[in-house]
């Protein structure tokens, strides 16, 4: 099934590609379990000339015989004010998961992509702000600090994460790396979420 | 068979990995050329040295127009990659030929170039894009061709404390169509001869070899005379000459024909 989804980012294009991939995964792959899929993200391949990159996650059901892989290419654009993500997902799904109809697939993905950015963006926002002098990654000269998100549902820094997160923080990067390969980490945990997880576990429940 | 005993090192950095590399020792990646000549006791080097935990040795990337692939990218990431598959098509049309699915898994493109097994496929192509090999070692760091990488069968001019860190391969000319064919008793089995080519509008074309030198070659007499406009079948057999014996030589000229028939496809 190929699904596409647009999504905006309330983040300067730099940072939010600086966030996509400054995450390094410790044996290549970010892995979790997640609504009963144990799932990995591998990131394949990065195009730094047209800021476009590739994951494939895969996830088994781990009660169950639910498979499934997905191929996703996020291309961003953008300027120092937001950035917008086309997400093109090329997604394959074995046992019960394979039921599920591609309307229902599109809504769940749009949906998880939805919840995505907002958290992408509040810890982007937060991440700005209590650390003032650490030195930036590549990131651009100036940035406006996004006005604080609305919604409070998502957590700061250092939230309980529904999985356990098989990743260590690496010491050797600096607080807001730290912070910001919190948000890529999570942001991929979510991407397994959504496609193994979410998508395959709740809506198949929620609609029988 | 089980191995000779050996040493095992698991290095988590360059650097260190590095350091334990030397005469005795051999770089471990993905294991799948490796590991069975270690059980058949081909190959009983003292210690082996992991590369699986040494972080950031694998990457695709594309930057300035140029691929940088990281020695340890294993080769089912080669062929799921869109980015390989839109702007390199002779990678993403050469890795299914690599051993098996289950292989490719796990196999690495580093390893498939350093081992040099001479009917290793993934070598071939690279020589057909004009791949650059980046080496390191404690000493330093060099940058070869695939020309001066190859020596010969299971022979390339990596010194013993050197390790293949990344290989570069440059943008592919504007409209070039490219193709991957090879010759194996059964599919996955080590092929006994191939072609991998590129050919685009103006003044292009790169034929590299499988099976007719023991090491991936240029077929650079054939490569001219497709530039000048000769026909497909003058073209094979002046690749064929690169073949060692009539069997192979028809099967290189029969590869080369079809190679440039696909890609004109």
Known sequence: VRLTSELAVDAPLERTWAALLEADPPGGAWRGILNGYAGSVHLDDVDEDERAAGFYAQGRELRGDGLASARVTARLAGDAASTRVLVETDLHLAGRAAELDRDALQEATDTLLSRLVSQLEHTLAASSEPRSPAPEPPAPPAEPPPAEPPAPPAEPSTPPEPSPPAVAPSSRKLDLLVAVDKVAERALLLVVGAFLGLLLGRSIWGRR | ?265
Do not use: C
Not at chain 2, 78 to 88: F, I
């Open chain 2, 1 to 265: 068979m089980k191995p000779a005993p050996f040493e095992y090192a698991a290095p988590e950095s360059l650097d260190e990995a590095l350091v334990l590399l030397d005469e005795d020792s051999r770089p471990l990646a993905g294991g799948q050329s490796l590991i069975p000549l270690l059980n058949f006791r081909l190959a009983r080097p003292g210690r082996l040295v992991d590369l699986n935990r040494v972080a950031g040795l694998s990457y695709l990337r594309r930057r300035e127009a140029v691929l940088h692939i990281g020695a340890l990218t294993r080769q089912a990431t080669l062929e799921r990659s869109r980015l390989v598959a839109e702007r390199w098509p002779l990678l993403a049309q050469t890795v299914p030929f690599v051993g098996h699915p289950q292989v490719r898994s796990r196999g690495t493109v580093g390893g498939s170039v350093a081992f040099a097994e001479p009917s290793a496929e993934l070598p071939v192509a690279l020589a057909a894009l004009d791949a650059r090999f980046h080496l390191r070692s404690s000493r330093g760091s060099r940058t070869l061709s695939a020309d001066e990488l190859f020596v010969g069968p299971l022979m390339t001019a990596l010194e013993p404390d050197e390790l293949l860190v990344e290989i570069e391969v440059p943008p592919q000319p504007e409209g070039a169509r490219s193709a991957f064919v090879e010759y194996a008793e059964t599919h996955g089995d080590f092929a006994i001869a191939g072609a991998a080519v590129v050919v685009a509008p103006g003044d292009h074309a790169a034929i590299a070899l499988l099976g007719a030198a023991g090491k991936p070659v240029r077929a650079d007499a054939a490569e001219r005379a497709f530039v000048e406009g000769a026909e497909t079948a003058r073209v094979a057999e002046l690749a064929a000459e690169h073949a060692p014996d009539g069997h192979r030589r028809a099967l290189v000229a029969a590869l080369v024909r079809e190679a440039l028939e696909r890609a004109a496809a």
